[in-house]
């Protein structure tokens, strides 16, 4: 039963994340559960995916299909190249282009949107005519990990550059209220050298790494610390002997997070969604594909956390 509301116009906005955006169908069911359908939905990378999913009517397929992903069965997926991207992306579009069947923008059941980034200009591009597929392809684009996508005489590649919680799309689609899913809120806390998540307070993003300006587990001599005004990096310790140098595919990761987290923060603050879910996916990589079960959970668990201000929001019982 759908809730009478105060909004004519709801926008559902998906952000990117990779892996962590299997949580975007726990955020979407229990939306739904609570009686909460958007009228339009946008997406930023898998944001996209599961957006143009949703819009077709396919959430329970999707949910299903990654529900039964194992490690093995991503990497079978996850084709590599040489050129353009360590990874062609090739089988998994195949997976889902079959599923859209040639079905374009304007045949999904809700209005729809992805955004991509043009590689040349830096400028985000909304994707909301054409094919579906070619629309989430390029919007997954990550440079490095997948081949760019060339589209109307230009370049694309993932949304995630320039627009990661893409707000301003749905502002831009008439929702006059917007619930956006932010996947990358506590994305970079505690992280050791492999990139495995460790148990340790929140960060300043800004502040210098822990330990690196310590001696023998001691603050350095005055003496020894940077000067006022001088740059932390002058001063470093370096990693202990033990310690392993980060894998290219973890050097990757780790950067796109801290990408991501960086300008979905500058976006967000300028533009604020109405109502903001940040589901806790901290522990997950962007490769953990195969981790859906968690993903779906945590999704669905930071919705129910804000019902209460979700209902008040949107003035329903």
């Known amino acids: 039963m759908i809730h009478r509301r105060r909004y004519s116009r709801i926008g559902l906005v998906l952000g990117g994340g990779a892996a962590r955006g299997w949580a975007h169908i726990g955020a979407i069911r229990a939306l739904h559960d609570a ?146 899913v932010d996947l990358n809120n506590d994305i970079l806390n505690g992280r050791d050298f492999d990139g495995a998540v460790v148990d340790t307070p929140a960060l300043d993003p800004d502040a210098p790494p822990p330990g690196s300006l310590r001696r023998n587990g001691k603050p350095w001599p005055k003496w020894l610390a940077p000067a006022e005004g001088r740059a932390s990096d002058d001063v470093r310790v370096p990693p202990p002997p033990s310690a392993r140098v980060p894998s290219m595919l973890s050097s990757i990761a780790q950067s796109i997070d801290i990408m991501q987290v960086r300008i979905t923060r500058s976006r967000l603050a300028g533009e604020p969604a109405d109502i903001l879910i940040q589901p806790r996916l901290g522990g997950m990589g962007i490769f953990d594909f195969h981790r859906a079960g968690p993903a779906i959970e945590e999704g669905r668990a930071a919705v129910e956390v804000m019902l209460p201000a979700i209902r008040a929001r949107l003035g329903i019982g």
């Not at 999913?53 to 999707?62: E, M, T, V």
């Not at 040349?120 to 919007?139: C, I, T, Y």
């Not at 760019?148 to 008439?174: E, I, K, Q, T």
């Open 35 to 180: 009686g909460i359908k958007p009228d339009v939905v946008c997406g930023t990378s898998i944001g996209a995916l599961v957006g143009a999913i949703y819009a077709n009517g396919d959430l329970d397929w999707l949910e299903e299909w990654v529900s039964r992903l194992t490690w093995q069965t991503v990497v079978r997926l996850l084709d590599l190249r040489l050129s353009g991207g360590l990874l062609g992306g090739r089988k998994v579009i195949k997976i889902f282009a079959d599923k859209f069947n040639g079905c374009s923008i304007a045949q999904l059941n809700m209005p729809f949107a992805a955004v991509a980034t043009e590689l040349d200009s830096g400028r985000e591009s909304w994707l909301q005519d054409g094919s579906v597929v070619d629309a989430v392809r390029a919007s997954i684009a990550i440079p490095g990990i997948f081949t760019p996508v060339f589209h109307n005489g230009v370049w694309l590649v993932d949304g995630g550059l320039s627009n990661p919680v893409p707000v301003s799309v749905a502002r831009g689609m008439r929702a006059d209220c917007v619930i956006a």
